[in-house]
């Protein structure tokens, strides 16, 4: 591994298209988690590896390749909905309790099933979900990256909790097994 990033310090395309290959799909399993679809995965994705050719040099090889290349897709994913300007926050709420939910019904779902019910979140619920629930930030770490507040931050997490639920909830009942994109994502739609 280190010999492919010293060859990436070089500049060398041969070791820059191993590296592309050997964390294609580790990457873009990170960008799926805050895009909207497969097409736009790809792209934050592709981002995503042009800053870390452009800033490789700055890796600490000391330390997993894997867990920088992590945060720079995270970062890099919530850079472009900043840019897309599909974040947008609301409510601003300091307590909030967490939705339970019915293990049974999860557990019944495929890792596809779950990331199409994600994908399906407006972007400031995912964003703060996928940051919170796969990534293991804490709210007051998420406030800042997303320069919110951490009370916006809970009430972000539990809104896509809620949302979660629902649609699981009424996707395993409905006796299907994939996701009716004609669900609403609220009740009041």
Same mark, same amino acid.
């Given at each position: ?14 070791? /820059? ?5 050997? &964390? ?11 895009? /909207? ?11 995503? !590896?042009?800053k870390i050719f452009q800033h490789i040099h700055s890796f600490d090889t000391s330390r997993s390749f894997k867990t920088w290349?992590?945060? %720079? ?6 850079? &472009?909905?900043?840019?897309?300007? +599909?974040?947008? &926050?609301?409510?601003?709420?300091? /307590? ?22 994600? #994908? ?8 703060? !979900? ?6 293991? !930030? #804490?709210? /007051? ?14 009430? =972000?997490? !539990? +809104?896509?909790? +809620?949302?979660?639920?629902?649609? %699981? ?7 299907? =097994?994939?996701?009716?994109? =004609?669900?609403?994502?609220? +009740?009041?739609?």
């Amino acid at each position: 591994m280190n010999d492919l990033i010293a060859g990436c310090c070089r500049k060398e395309r041969s070791s /820059q298209e191993a590296l592309y290959r050997n &964390f294609f799909g580790y990457g873009l399993s990170i960008c799926l988690r805050y895009a /909207q679809n497969r097409e736009e995965a790809v792209e934050i994705m592709n981002d995503g !590896f042009l800053k870390i050719f452009q800033h490789i040099h700055s890796f600490d090889t000391s330390r997993s390749f894997k867990t920088w290349l992590a945060k %720079i897709m995270v970062n890099t994913s919530i850079d &472009f909905l900043r840019s897309k300007k +599909k974040l947008v &926050f609301v409510d601003d709420i300091s /307590q909030v309790p967490e939705p339970g939910t019915d293990e049974k019904i999860i557990d019944k779902l495929s890792y596809e099933e779950l990331l199409k019910h994600v #994908q399906a979140l407006p972007p400031a619920y995912k964003t703060v !979900f996928n940051l919170y629930i796969m990534e293991g !930030f #804490q709210h /007051q770490e998420i406030a800042a990256m997303l320069r919110i507040s951490e009370g916006t931050s809970k009430s =972000n997490l !539990f +809104k896509a909790k +809620k949302i979660l639920k629902e649609r %699981i909830t009424k996707s395993s009942t409905s006796g299907t =097994n994939g996701i009716d994109l =004609n669900m609403p994502l609220y +009740k009041n739609e």
